[in-house]
């Protein structure tokens, strides 16, 4: 395990307020408490926060990867196309070790469900 950085804390810690953020989010969050801070080292232990399974990277076609706490368990997301809300849904119940179809292990499972949310249906926004 890599050492515990003040860094790390406060990326972690704009993890958890900010629920689903960019790497773009996460940085300005860590520059009101590090003001030196670079985007490389924030990047940077991201990618060691991940390997260390701390977070979790959410791939996605609608903006940049978006990360979240693993203090949570695995969930499926719903991706507004209108206005870009990242919404968890679904229990994480059926997310771990399971054998497919094919004979495989799958260690953990996510979906990406895109389309209107409930807010921009209520707007008009089709």
Known sequence: MERNTIQ?????????S??????????????KFIPN?????????????EDE???????NKRCKDIFESTC???????????CGRFIDYGNGKHHHKVVDKM??????STKISYGICEDCLKKGAL
């Open 53 to 59: 399974k701390l977070i979790r990277r959410i791939p």
């Open 72 to 82: 949570k368990p695995m969930h499926d997301h719903f991706v507004c196309t209108k």
């Open 103 to 108: 004979g495989n292990l799958v260690i953990e």
């Open 8 to 16: 790390r804390k406060v990326i972690l810690e704009g993890i958890a």
């Open 18 to 31: 900010l629920c689903h953020a960019t790497v773009d989010e996460i940085f300005d969050y860590s520059k």
């Open 37 to 49: 801070l670079s985007f490389s080292t924030v990047y940077r232990n991201l990618v060691v926060l």
